[in-house]
């Protein structure tokens, strides 16, 4: 427990730092949503490229990963949308966001920190797979429901289209495009270019987790434990569940592929969850859930690092 304790404290640390930053006053909002924003255009898209051109394509992209894990996800989302929509008789817009807070995880602010010091290099390249699954299917999904469900006049087809560019626009995919392409092209990057490349992917994990802290300061929970209850359950609980039996009926799958996926999938939703709660009308919910994810992730994380151990995955 004190070598699963060693790899969970660090990481909890520096979140609790940009908690105690941003609560001390020494970082003002702005000036934390700036680091935010070099993590999210700068340094993650690094990432993914030093990842997609450090070893042959064939061996970063792994279809039966892809499908494990997207199946996985797609189960959750449709469980989630299932139980708020049809047993709890909830509107499809608020549906779709308390499935998206349960399906779709953090994989580049808290995920891959995690799996980086558990699995090591190999974290990178699921970050990269991660991102396919959440970015081109679980999010726009999601996303197309709660526009349907808002009823603002808008065609289906008007939704989708939307969805698309806005999705074009992500620094993470356009990230993996790049490396997917450099990739596939045998490009060499100049080495001061690769450098300083290395420098911003090596910055991504620690800036990562000091920007969720900060996100965290403010957050409040105001008597809405069913709602949340359930989102947190269903994304620290459920959807690394059923990611684990997703990878374990896969065949030819790596086992250390499926701890890292278990990993990013016990991780907390994605940091901009609570922006899409506030667009349709689930603001107050999808921020409260995310911090007490958060917190309970600390948890839930070293519960699933001890698995993994008991089950000799790692």
């Not at 930053?21 to 993590?39: K, T």
């Not at 992500?170 to 450098?195: D, E, M, R, S, Y």
């Not at 107050?284 to 859930?289: E, H, V």
């Amino acid at each position: 427990m004190l070598a699963i304790l060693s790899i969970t404290t660090p990481i909890f640390l520096l979140i609790g730092l940009g908690y105690v930053v941003r609560w001390s006053g020494i970082i003002q909002r702005e000036q934390m949503q700036g680091v935010g924003v070099f993590v999210m255009y700068c340094a993650l898209p690094a990432l993914v490229i030093r990842a997609l051109t450090q070893q042959p394509l064939e061996e970063i992209f792994k279809l039966n990963y892809l499908i494990a894990y997207g199946l996985g996800s797609i189960a959750v989302f449709g469980a989630g949308l299932l139980l708020c929509l049809k047993l709890q008789r909830q509107p499809l817009n608020t549906s779709a966001m308390q499935a998206l807070g349960m399906a779709a995880a953090n994989s580049g602010f808290v995920g891959y920190p995690v799996a980086a010091m558990v699995i090591g290099s190999p974290a990178a390249v699921l970050l990269a797979l991660n991102m396919v699954i959440e970015t081109l299917i679980i999010i726009p999904m999601a996303l197309i429901l709660a526009e349907m469900g808002s009823q603002q006049g808008s065609s289906l087809w008007k939704t989708v289209k939307q969805t698309a560019l806005n999705l074009i626009k992500n620094p993470v995919l356009v990230g993996l495009l790049v490396g997917i392409f450099l990739a596939v092209t045998g490009i060499q990057l100049p080495a001061p270019l690769f450098k300083a490349i290395d420098m911003l992917a090596e910055a991504a994990g620690p800036a990562a987790l000091f920007v969720i802290g900060g996100a965290l300061f403010g957050l409040q929970v105001k008597g809405m434990a069913r709602d949340v209850g359930q989102i947190v359950i269903g994304k620290l609980l459920i959807h690394p569940l059923i990611i684990f039996i997703a990878f374990y009926l896969t065949p030819g799958i790596d086992p250390l592929y499926m701890v890292g996926a278990v990993l990013f999938a016990a991780s907390p939703m994605i940091s901009i969850y609570p922006l899409f709660g506030q667009r349709y009308g689930l603001g107050g919910i999808s921020a409260a859930a995310m911090l007490i994810a958060t917190v309970a992730s600390f948890f839930t994380l070293s519960l699933v690092i001890w698995l993994m151990t008991l089950l000799g995955l790692r």
